[in-house]
């Protein structure tokens, strides 16, 4: 059974970064796509960044390019998803995701993590 779990996610000040990390066991973590989405209180989970099993096609939401890197070691089961000049309307509760393609729907992937809390204050 797989299980994804995220880390990293805490308070932070406008302008600061969070790298967060996501680790994968129990299934074949280098063949799978994977994810991260977030979702702020009152809001529906929205698409952050996809990356193929490779690590070579990354895809994005189009308002957090430039901002957010999503990355991926197969060799530790981890991917990452590092946050730049993060403003206040980051503040979400974010979510790893494995799937067989790197989509930008929720209904694309299969198995979610917990969640990490960020909160980005002004």
């Known amino acids: 059974q797989v299980q994804l779990v995220e880390s990293g996610g805490r308070s932070v000040q406008s302008g600061g970064s969070l790298r967060l990390s996501c680790a994968a066991s129990g299934g074949t973590f280098s063949s799978d796509a994977m994810g991260w989405f977030r979702q702020a209180p009152g809001k529906e989970r929205e698409f952050v960044a996809a990356?193929?099993?490779?690590?070579?096609?990354?895809y994005y939401a189009d308002s957090l390019k430039g901002r957010f890197t999503i990355s991926r070691d197969n060799a530790k089961n981890t991917v990452y998803l590092q946050m730049n000049s993060l403003a206040p309307e980051d503040t979400a509760v974010y979510y790893c995701t494995r799937g067989a393609q790197p989509l930008d729907y929720a209904k694309a992937y299969n198995t979610w993590g917990q969640g990490t809390q960020v909160t980005v204050s002004a």
């Open positions: 990356i193929d099993w490779s690590g070579g096609s990354t």
